[in-house]
């Protein structure tokens, strides 16, 4: 079992940066791939970013690369996600999730077995 819980989020304008954090507790999280989704009203939870096992593996939805920066800190059980250049459209409810199995397909939520209550990511124009 792993408990997920996201905080940072906040408002800021368009233009800014916010830090993400999601601490996660249980055993072993080094065996767990991490990653961020995110989902506005109204629409489906997308794929942000995700991180392998290790930390070495990192992987982005076209529309954060270059913005977003995930990293992970197995010794303290945590993971990151730096937004910076935020743009209104990137205004949702930020989630973390965990996943046990597997090394691809990173963008399917269904993939996840754990997840954060998520933290809210304001962006105004």
């Known amino acids: 079992q792993v408990q997920l819980v996201e905080s940072g989020g906040g408002l800021v304008q368009a233009g800014g940066s916010l830090r993400l954090s999601c601490a996660a507790s249980?055993?072993?999280?080094?065996?767990?791939?991490m990653a961020w989704f995110r989902q506005a009203p109204g629409k489906e939870r997308e794929f942000v970013a995700a991180?392998?096992?290790?930390?070495?593996?990192?992987y982005y939805a076209d529309s954060v690369k270059g913005r977003f920066t995930i990293s992970r800190d197995n010794a303290k059980r945590m993971v990151y996600l730096q937004m910076n250049s935020l743009k209104p459209e990137d205004t949702a409810v930020y989630y973390c999730?965990?996943?046990?199995?597997?090394?691809?397909?990173?963008?399917?939520?269904?993939?996840?077995?754990?997840w954060g209550q998520g933290t809210q990511v304001t962006v105004s124009s």
């Open positions: 999730a965990a996943r046990i199995l597997g090394s691809s397909d990173y963008e399917n939520l269904v993939r996840y077995n754990y």
């Open positions: 991180i392998s096992r290790s930390g070495t593996g990192t």
């Open positions: 249980g055993r072993a999280f080094s065996n767990y791939a």
